[in-house]
């Protein structure tokens, strides 16, 4: 069996390996033999900054609203008083740190890990955490069907591109309805008896608590909503500050792009795949290829400079390391293992012993 699973793996990290491979090539085509540089750094000499700074006060303004939003969840999922604010503004920001400089979705780890810090220790307390995690992430989905409907109303795209766009937002309605379902309905059944997998299974369960209690789900749906509107309309400040003069429509357009590009992380912010696809759509409104690659690399700066430098400080703030922070799952993985052997030892003696052995300090 162990040799079963480790071919397994092995044969899945080889694909993942082969389809970064080939979508880097793909990259470094597009952008070898694509735009003419030249025309790329004379869009750099001419931005407009101060459409940069408004960009940046509105990806800020997005921030702290999907941050608001998780909180409203976390408050619904956990006994007694949720984590304050701070807390959670601070695990928010480490993940999109994370999410930013390393490959794959360290960033949902990392958030759990620097919360689960400030909330109380129990056997599996990481799999609240993670269930939250999915529920905020299920209500991003409203807003981003919305923005495909949106696009596919407005914006000028390829006629197959409309089955795609259909697809996806099928697959997202079927999602939430799943995550729906899932969620449980109270707080009060007991859980501490039963075996690891379904413990953990109940425990996120409880992080999907949320999406039974209308006026918090609505309130966390209308928050991560106003995020994603922020979103765009900082898109579209940073277009003017590349002097790019599209409408809105096209904006959205590159927000939906920029986003189905990060959806994996191949790399770290997948920095050139993320380029090509926001300048192809951006051609059929009249900008230039070279233009619009100079955007993407403008825009994907301004959306990871707030997210990074909130992640530094507060991963600073928590007592935290660079190094810490790429070892996050496996410290959460640690802290699981920990809460497992200890049954429902709650002591501060334990807790310190068990961060002690994750790399996370107290």
């Known amino acids: 069996m162990n040799k079963e699973m480790f071919r397994a793996a092995a044969g899945s990290r080889w694909l993942r390996v082969g389809v970064a491979l080939a979508v880097f090539c793909a990259v470094v085509a597009g952008l070898w033999f694509g735009p003419d540089w ?10 407009h900054w101060e459409w940069v700074a408004v960009a940046l006060a509105i990806n800020l303004a997005s921030i702290v609203a999907r941050s608001v939003a998780w909180k409203l969840v976390i ?5 007694g008083p949720g984590p304050r604010y701070r807390y959670v503004f601070s695990a928010f920001s480490v993940g999109m740190l994370a999410n930013a400089v390393l490959p794959g979705r360290i960033g949902e780890v990392a958030r ?3 919360l689960t810090r400030r909330m109380e220790r129990r056997r599996s307390a990481w799999a609240t955490p993670v269930g939250t995690v999915v529920a905020h992430r299920m209500f991003d989905l409203i807003p981003i069907v919305l923005l495909i409907l949106y696009v596919l109303v407005t914006a000028k795209i390829p006629a197959w591109a409309y089955s795609s766009l259909i697809v996806v937002v099928s697959i997202g309605a079927a999602l939430f309805i799943f995550a729906f379902l899932s969620a449980r309905h109270d707080h009060t059944t007991r859980i501490d008896s039963v075996g690891t997998i379904r413990h953990v299974w109940a425990m996120a369960r409880k992080g999907l608590a949320v999406m039974h209690r209308p006026a918090p789900a609505a309130g966390a749906i209308c928050l991560q909503t106003l995020g994603w509107v922020c979103q765009l309309f900082a898109v579209y400040t940073a ?3 590349f002097d790019i003069h ?3 429509p096209a904006a959205a357009l590159v927000l939906l792009v920029m986003n189905v590009a990060t959806i994996i992380p191949l790399w770290p912010g997948n920095v050139g795949a993320v380029q090509v696809v926001i300048a192809i759509p951006l051609v059929s409104y009249g900008v230039a290829y070279a233009d619009g690659v100079a955007f993407g690399f403008g825009l994907q700066a301004i959306e990871a400079s ?4 909130l992640g530094l400080i507060f991963l600073a703030h928590e007592g935290l390391s660079f190094a810490t922070l790429r070892g996050m799952p496996t410290a959460v993985d640690e802290l699981e ?3 497992d052997d200890a049954g429902d030892d709650d002591g501060p003696a334990g807790t310190e012993a068990t961060r002690a052995r994750a790399g996370v300090s107290g």
Do not use: K, L, Y
């Open 239 to 241: 277009m003017r500050a």
């Open 246 to 248: 599209a409408p809105v």
């Open 38 to 47: 030249h025309t790329v750094g004379d869009a750099f000499q001419n931005v």
């Open 306 to 309: 707030v997210g990074i430098g």
């Open 75 to 79: 408050d619904q999922a956990v006994e």
């Open 337 to 339: 293992s920990d809460g």
């Open 112 to 114: 759990v890990a620097v």
